[in-house]
């Protein structure tokens, strides 16, 4: 009975060291820049990658204005000595076409009290939000918007990385 457990004790650590280091491998794939998502034509880490008519433009983070995120600061509140604030933002579509992807970009601003503290959208990796399974896009001339509650007040650095029509 013994060597049974011990077997089986080897099996799942065996897993959880190898999800570790697939996990590891993939995060430390969009640290280098290799996001999640394909961009043909190969904006990089300082751009955001447009693509519409399967015909690839690649933005300047900042320049890009198509598409674009409003914020709104809905309540700021001090509990046990930590600041938090609530924010809603909205993705604004305002083109004629169907928003079928879109990632966006995070850095250290955005420290989320918790990990029920996102709503509306996916983190799918350090430093990048997605659209959840349930919204399979955004309508032309349609908003989605998501919120969230970080540590402290200040707004968060919130960039579209890479868009799909």
């Not at 969009?30 to 447009?50: D, I, L």
């Amino acid at each position: 009975m013994k060597l049974i457990i011990l077997v089986f004790l080897g099996l799942l650590l065996t897993v959880a060291l190898v999800t570790a280091q697939n996990s590891d491998d993939f995060n430390d794939a969009v640290a280098r820049g290799r996001p999640p998502y394909s961009c043909p034509g190969n904006c990089g880490g300082e751009h955001t990658c447009h693509i519409k008519d399967n015909k690839c433009t690649c933005y300047d983070h900042g320049h890009y204005r198509e598409v674009y995120l409003v914020f709104k600061c809905i309540n700021s509140w001090v509990d046990c000595g930590r600041t938090y604030t609530q924010y809603d933002v909205t993705i604004v579509n305002p083109t004629d076409c169907n928003i079928l992807d879109i990632y966006i970009g995070y850095d250290y601003t955005f420290r989320l009290r918790d990990s029920s503290s996102l709503w509306n959208m996916v983190r799918i990796s350090p430093g990048i939000l997605t659209l959840p399974n349930y919204q399979q896009s955004i309508n032309a001339h349609a908003s989605y918007t998501f919120g969230f509650i970080i540590e402290g007040n200040r707004q968060p650095n919130l960039s579209i990385l890479y868009i799909r029509f």
